[in-house]
């Protein structure tokens, strides 16, 4: 099977950056993906890793590293409406198109 | 924003009683997928579709059948709701070819 490890809050000053962690357990890997998800809202796709490294994609950057098992979501410039939780996601065993999330890391920006 | 629409919204039901959520896609994205989001849980996937009348389960199918007749429907049945199937239930969709899943709206169901 395949697991997830995140904190489950995180609080942040705006202006910040914030760095969310995720340990995950799986018998194969296709990559590590980043969700973003408002209270009473869909989650929406933030990030995607297949290989080692760091994907910028404006304020947020996704770091993996594959032999460690280990990625990270940064947040920079944090927002007021950063304010959301935020879950990582893993592509692996038991096919290519199912996706374990984790248990999700709320964020709270405070002024 | 991908068109995927779930209905109904909302629906409070009785235990025992059959209930069928729908999700609806005009992205004509191949594959599509049911979870669940409770609180402490995460999204846990309970059926996905490959294609039509190509689906596979989750790791928290029972209890739960689905049907995929188009491209655009996908419907997930409780053949007899249970209180542990009270939930936010997601639609979600995506192309082979990508990464990202595109969420629907979410129906919010209560099994009293």
């Known amino acids: 099977g395949q697991s997830l490890e995140q904190p489950s809050e995180v609080t942040a000053v705006e202006g910040a950056i914030v760095q969310i962690n995720c340990t995950y357990q799986?018998?194969?890997?296709?990559?590590l993906s980043w969700y973003q998800q408002h209270d009473g809202g869909a989650p929406t796709f933030l990030s995607y890793?297949?290989?080692?490294g760091l994907e910028e994609t404006g304020r947020f950057s996704s770091f993996l590293s594959r032999s460690d098992s280990y990625g990270y979501l940064l947040l920079q410039e944090l927002q007021m409406k950063d304010s959301a939780s935020y879950f990582c996601?893993?592509?692996?065993?038991?096919?290519?198109?199912?996706?374990?999330f984790g248990t999700g890391t709320k964020l709270q920006v405070i002024p | 924003d991908a068109g995927i629409t779930q209905s109904p919204r909302h629906k409070v039901t009785e235990t025992g009683t059959p209930v069928t959520l729908r999700c609806h896609q005009t992205?004509?994205?191949?594959?599509m997928y049911w979870y669940r989001q409770d609180p402490g849980h995460g999204l846990r996937l309970i059926h996905y579709?490959?294609?039509?009348?190509?689906?596979d389960k989750g790791e928290v199918s029972d209890g739960y059948s689905v049907s995929r007749s188009k491209t655009e429907d996908f419907l997930l049945t409780l053949e007899s709701a249970t209180s542990s199937q009270t939930s936010v239930y997601f639609c979600a969709i995506s192309e082979e070819e990508y990464n990202e899943q595109f969420f629907g709206p979410g129906t919010r169901l209560t099994v009293l």
């Open positions: 579709s490959y294609g039509v009348k190509d689906t």
């Open positions: 799986t018998s194969g890997f296709y990559g």
């Open positions: 996601a893993v592509r692996g065993s038991g096919g290519y198109q199912k996706v374990t």
């Open positions: 890793n297949a290989l080692d």
């Open positions: 992205e004509n994205h191949r594959y």
